[in-house]
């Protein structure tokens, strides 16, 4: 198990950028996957970005792709999520999640797969 805890979030102007940062403790947080979700008031959770425990293979949804950036540092501990082109309809609690893979290139998706949260971070875009 590791524990995680999101920074980085804030108001930011549409067309602007964030980086948030997930920070784990523990010394296996090399061999998790990992990913980002958000959630918005009154809808469900939802899939961001997922990168494998090397940083080998990144996923994103079509409604992100090619404007967020998922990344990690495992001498640090810590995975990444840029966001740029920012729209107000990204606006949301943004959550980092991991799983344990024993070091294998899998990663996931669906939040029933993650077994390990963050708190989150708020993020508002205003138009």
């Known amino acids: 198990q590791v524990q995680l805890q999101e920074s980085g979030g804030g108001l930011v102007q549409a067309g602007g950028s964030l980086r948030l940062s997930c920070a784990a403790s523990?010394?296996?947080?090399?061999?998790?996957?990992m990913g980002w979700f958000r959630q918005a008031p009154g809808n469900e959770r939802e899939f961001v970005a997922a990168i494998s425990w090397s940083g080998g293979s990144t996923y994103y949804p079509i409604s992100v792709k090619g404007r967020f950036t998922i990344s990690r540092d495992n001498a640090k501990n810590t995975v990444y999520l840029q966001m740029n082109s920012l729209k107000p309809e990204d606006t949301a609690v943004y959550y980092c999640?991991?799983?344990?893979?024993?070091?294998?290139?899998?990663?996931?998706?669906?939040?029933?797969?993650?077994?390990?949260w963050g708190q989150g971070t708020q993020v508002t875009v205003s138009s």
């Open positions: 523990g010394r296996t947080f090399s061999r998790y996957a």
């Open positions: 999640a991991g799983r344990d893979t024993s070091y294998s290139g899998r990663y996931y998706m669906r939040r029933e797969e993650y077994d390990n």
